[in-house]
């Protein structure tokens, strides 16, 4: 029998119960979400079970939800079985004032540089990674950069309600030379 | 330490082993990044790697840009074959728009694809050529990157971070000196690539060379999260075009090559039938675009008013267009709330996205999936205990992009 969505979470909800929640499939590629301390058991069985078989770890990253208190960070887990050719992806969350989670590593080598790089822009502690240091940025960096705390220039300009619209720091930079400008010339 | 080959004499405090920066800017690395080789006499111990020279926060960037102003950054990811990239994030967007494209626009990506696959494996494998000695076959193929640049010229404008195509297709039609470049190229190129393989692949220097050296078991790779002509030369059959076919590769017939060791020649190997593979892509691909006809001919976009650019004449004359101008041009098109991961096969492997919108004009996350940062880590392990000669030719067997590692 071909390996279906159904198939995956019945084997899962048998083994796991309750404890993974949120199953949707946007796109067709099944989504659930597992509890923290949960994620390597339940990595280990998709590794493990003779029927599953995810052993191809794709793609590993974190996403920040400052609005969700208590599960602020979000860790994805992109997996593939390739011999069924089936994809799934699992989420952990995790509170953003510990955000310790266990680590892939021991299953997956293709984990060791993408928990790194997860760590340097998210700040997510992976608990029994061998090296755990920042991969990309500056190591005297002392903040996670990727974190929605440090927003870039709107682009979108969806707040033109700002003066000039919302460039008021160029505006307020022009005063300050202006005034500079008129005090210079009262000298003189 | 009775496997050192170099021995200090009695007494002395000196270390037994040399460290040798290789990178960041050594020639050797084409690229920025750095790798920190503990060297008894020749012979590599241990090999630490340092990546990050030229990230550029493309993730953090694309959170605030609409959708069409992220193409370019994908274009600075493996930038020697950056349309793959570009119609990667199409590919992502429409899925995510649930834009459907016409059969033409398919195929007239498959042969823009196809053609920077074979110039990011014309590359890749000159310069393994160029590593272990022999300058000639580089020269024998770089004209042809040249004559495909030209061609990316005349589709969009642009040689080497093409920012090629729009999200619903092409932002113009092939022009017939497209085509004339194009049938050029499938005229002489497969000539010179025979002769480029007279040279290499059965030349007793460049075998000793290369095989055996840097070479990963299947099993490895997979674990290493190999994917690629690296992974298909350590004997796995995994190629994003066959197992999850976008952008009509389905209609087409094509192999997929294997090799068995995993050794610089295996990749030298794959690479070339992957080459040959992709002219016999375009070629189909092409007969097929030839096949069109009357108003199909000319069809070069989906029809999605709401994420693809009017006519400037329209713009000029109709109000709708005129509107939707506007609100692409200034990113105040609302992009629908999903979450989606796509990929297509790079140059280098399965290049991935992964797209979290919340409902605003902008990817509230995006993910790139860059093959090569996530193969690179195993180079410790494919240098260790071999030669330093050896660690040079397997960098660039990898086929390792500065701009793919750091993002």
């Known amino acids: 029998m071909a390996l279906t969505n159904e198939l995956i979470k019945q084997r899962l909800t048998e083994k796991f119960g309750e404890q993974l929640i949120d199953w949707v499939e946007p796109y067709g590629m099944l989504t659930f979400t597992a509890p923290k301390d949960f994620n390597l058991k339940v990595l280990q069985f998709l590794f493990d079970e003779e029927e599953l078989r995810f052993r191809f770890l794709t793609d590993l990253q974190a996403v920040h939800y400052p609005d969700n208190i208590g599960e602020e960070l979000a860790v994805v887990y992109h997996l593939h079985n390739i011999v069924d050719n089936i994809r799934i992806r699992f989420k952990v969350f995790t509170d953003i004032n510990q955000p310790d989670i266990f680590s892939a590593t021991a299953l997956y080598q293709a984990a060791n540089f993408m928990e790194r790089e997860t760590f340097d822009f998210f700040g997510i502690n992976f608990l029994g990674h061998p090296n755990l240091i920042r991969i990309l940025n ?3 960096m002392d903040y996670f950069p990727m974190r929605k705390e440090f927003p870039l220039e709107d682009q979108t300009r969806i707040d033109k309600d700002d003066e000039m619209f919302g460039r008021e720091l160029v505006f307020r930079e022009q005063n300050k030379i202006k005034a500079t400008l008129e005090a210079d010339t009262k000298l003189n | 330490m009775s496997d050192q080959h170099i021995l200090l004499p009695e007494g002395s405090i000196e270390k037994l082993t040399t460290t040798l920066n290789l990178g960041p800017t050594h020639p050797a690395t084409h690229g920025v990044f750095q790798n920190i080789l503990e060297l008894d006499g020749e012979r590599i111990m241990k090999a630490t790697s340092t990546v990050g020279y030229i990230h550029r926060a493309f993730e953090k960037l694309a959170e605030r840009r609409p959708l069409y102003q992220i193409t370019p950054l994908t274009d600075r990811l493996n930038y020697c074959s950056s ?3 570009n119609m990667g994030w199409h590919i992502t967007c429409e899925k995510l728009l649930g834009v459907k494209l016409p059969k033409r626009v398919d195929y007239l990506r498959i042969i823009i694809m196809e053609l920077s696959r074979i110039s990011d494996h014309l590359i890749c494998n000159s310069i393994v050529g160029v590593d272990s000695g022999a300058y000639s076959g580089f020269l024998y193929l770089m004209q042809f990157r040249e004559l495909i640049y030209e061609i990316y010229e005349e589709v969009c404008g642009s040689r080497l971070t093409t920012n090629i195509g729009r999200i619903g297709g092409f932002e113009r039609n092939f022009t017939n000196r497209a085509f004339e470049k194009l049938e050029q190229f499938l005229a002489t190129y497969p000539k010179q690539l025979k002769e480029f393989e007279a040279l290499f692949t059965r030349n007793r220097i460049f075998m000793e060379r290369t095989i055996g050296c840097g070479p990963i078991s299947a099993e490895r790779a997979l674990n290493y999260g190999f994917t690629g002509p690296n992974l298909r030369a350590a004997g ?6 066959a197992h999850t076919p976008y952008s009509s590769y389905d209609d087409l017939e094509f192999n997929i090559p294997v090799g068995k060791t995993g050794d610089c020649y295996d990749r030298f190997l794959v690479r070339n039938e992957e080459m040959w593979q992709s002219i016999s ?7 097929k675009v030839q096949e069109f006809k009357g108003a199909e001919a000319e069809v070069f976009h989906a029809d999605s008013p709401a994420y693809y650019l009017p006519e400037k004449k329209d713009v000029y004359t109709k109000m709708e267009a005129l509107i939707y101008h506007f609100k692409i041009v200034m ?6 709330a999903g979450e989606v ?14 797209l979290i919108s919340d409902g605003g004009r902008t990817p509230y996350r995006l993910h790139f999936r860059r093959p090569c940062f996530i193969y690179y880590q195993a180079f410790p392990e494919l240098v260790q205990g071999g030669m330093l000669s050896d660690a040079v030719i397997t960098m660039s067997s990898l086929n390792l992009i500065a701009g793919e590692l750091d993002a």
């Open chain 2, 83 to 85: 349309p793959i990239n």
């Open chain 2, 331 to 336: 990113g105040e098109t609302d992009i629908p």
């Open chain 2, 281 to 287: 892509l375009i070629e189909q691909a092409y007969k």
């Open chain 2, 236 to 241: 796995v059959d995994y190629d994003v075009r």
């Open chain 2, 341 to 354: 991961y796509c990929s297509v096969e790079g140059g280098n492997g399965e290049l991935g996205f992964y």
């Open chain 1, 138 to 140: 500056v190591d005297e």
